[in-house]
């Protein structure tokens, strides 16, 4: 387990730098001037050419390539902002906080609601509490986040003046942003989660404990939950994945200053050092999500730890022979 751990996070360098090299290149083949950004349209042309020079954006590709990743990985160092010329790595870490908690309370809510509406609807099958939470599901899925999140901002404060409909502030600030952010990690939940209770209860080994005269709740909760569970991790390493991404729109609508604002905002402003710091930073949290999920899933499923113990046996056995 221990090889594997490790293996999985040395194949996490590959992947960041590749990220890095891609940004870089779509940045770099993105049409505008960053001198212009920087200086207005009211500068002279020797203005642009000076400030282009002293920037190094005249020289070729590679070497602004390789100056880049010196900077990032070596000096720890994202640069600045065009605009404003504040640290790029200040700024990025100020906003996380407030997009993790964005993130993270929101992926508190799509468990606790579309696990328990994914079993309820397994257990009750062909039955309304079936198909009210399939409903639900469906209408989460093929719903487009930011139409949902303005709906909510109509309705709750414009219509009703119960909730603000931006900023931060109380936990009242914090309702609708939640609520928008979690409605797509629910319905996969519930999805995905009524499907693997479905495959487990058709088990032979649940038919034998149901024959054997266990309560019906013992046998859904302590025999067919804990294996209907391993697929649903999966979809929970993806469901928080996804918040990150899906929070620039979300922190956009309600204008939380996050790290998914900030970028945004970087992007209409052709502010390339502070686009380029956001992409790489939610990379990392990405990647780091997706390797803490395929370590619980190796310690959780009883398939992927008998591998190992095999591999484990095996080379004992050659070592003895």
Known sequence: MGKYIVRRLLLLIPVI??????IFTLMYLVPGDPAHSILGSGAEPWEYEELREKMG???????????????VYIDFNLGN?????????????????????LSFIGMFVSISVGIPMGVSSAVHRGTWRDYVPLTIALFGVSMPGFWF??????????????????GLGGIEYWILPIISSSLHGISNLARQTRSSMLEVLGSDYIVMARAKGMPER?????????????PVINILGG???????????????????????????????RDYPAVQGGVLLLSVVFSFVMVLTDIVMAMVDPRIKAQFASRTAKKVKEAKS
């Open 17 to 22: 730098i590749g990220v890095t090299i891609i």
């Open 57 to 71: 954006l005249n020289d070729p590709y590679i070497m602004q390539l390789v100056r880049y990743i010196k900077q």
């Open 81 to 101: 902002s065009y605009l404003t010329g504040v640290s790029v790595s200040g700024e990025l870490f100020y906003r996380l906080p407030k997009t993790l908690t």
């Open 149 to 166: 999140a303005l709906m909510l901002v109509l309705l709750f404060s414009v219509k009703l003046g119960w909730l603000p409909p931006y």
């Open 218 to 230: 013992s046998v859904i909760y302590k025999h067919a939950f804990p294996n209907a569970l391993i």
């Open 239 to 269: 469901t928080l994945a996804f918040s990150f991404g899906g929070g620039m729109l979300t922190e956009t609508i309600f204008s939380i200053p996050g790290v998914g604002y900030y970028m945004v905002k970087s992007v209409n402003q």
